[in-house]
């Protein structure tokens, strides 16, 4: 195994393996997408974006971590109003938004938690 998988690069707040910024930024989007859209198919509305908020808390700085998962709630939101007939009423529309904003919200929670014990180790 070569030495820039075993040894992380460690970050405040973060722990990552040696690699790009930008690639750390794509596998997430790509990772995080693609578990939301799955999520999405098997589960419906059922999407764990807490998870999914923790993730990217963790791994990548906040702007960046808020729109990896405002990408992965687009792509639940698609999903649903596209391939699963979710219905246009407000009510749907209102949760959809609930939903995206109780994301976001995670988000920045994990981050600035990850962030703020990140001095611990």
């Known amino acids: 195994m070569p030495d820039e998988f075993r040894n992380p690069v460690r970050a405040p707040g973060r722990l990552l393996f040696a690699c790009e910024p930008r690639s750390a930024l794509a596998f997430c989007v790509v ?16 999407t764990p974006f807490s998870a999914f908020a923790v993730v990217a808390g963790a791994m990548l700085p906040l702007a960046p971590a808020l729109a990896v998962v405002a990408a992965a709630w687009l792509v639940n939101q698609t999903i649903g109003f596209c391939l699963l007939g979710y219905s246009f009423d407000a009510n749907t529309i209102v949760w959809g938004i609930a939903i995206g904003a109780a994301g976001l919200a995670a988000t920045a929670v994990s981050a600035v938690i990850f962030r703020r014990l990140s001095w611990r180790g």
Do not use: E, K, P
């Open 31 to 46: 990772l995080l997408t693609a578990a939301s859209a799955l999520a999405s198919l098997v589960f419906a509305c059922a």
